[in-house]
């Protein structure tokens, strides 16, 4: 049994933050804005695992308005997400993922992304791929107000759903 998930979130960009995506710190003048840290691709993968298995999203399991989750480590909520996932009988096979954003540049920092997410996902580097692109100077995210980031994530589990 094999399911998809996609997952996409997008945050506004301010100064005075940190830049996250997947738990990596990249230099950049601004960074999310957010109730927890702000990590755009964090939050994606979490709703692309939590979609493919059919258990909610992230808005569900972390509600905004809980200060439980205020400033909250985003790979945190991801890890206790995947077990949720995990719990349910599935396995992530692979996970790609679009960070869209005029600056900062990604690339020079893709390897540490995608290093710091299959840490997280106990997978393999091979297994996880991160693309940085532009949005062409185009709305609001060309205009370097928001990053957003999207996850399409494959899962699979031995047992027929239902039958497990
Ligand atoms: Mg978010």
Known sequence: MIRTGLGRDIHRLAAGRAFLLGGVAIPAEKGELGHSDGDVLAHAVTDALLGAAA???????????????????????????????????????????????????????????????????????????VKGKTNEGLGSLGRGEAVEALALCLLERGEPYGMG
């Open 55 to 129: 258990l909610g999203d992230i808005g569900e399991l972390f509600p905004p308005q809980d200060a439980a989750w205020k400033d909250a480590d985003s790979l945190v909520l991801l890890k206790i997400a995947y077990e949720k996932v995990k719990k349910a009988g599935w396995r992530l096979v692979n996970l790609d993922c679009v960070v869209n954003c005029e600056k900062p540049r990604i690339l020079p920092y893709r390897e540490a992304v995608r290093s710091s997410l299959a840490q997280v996902l106990e997978i393999s580097r091979e297994a996880v791929f």
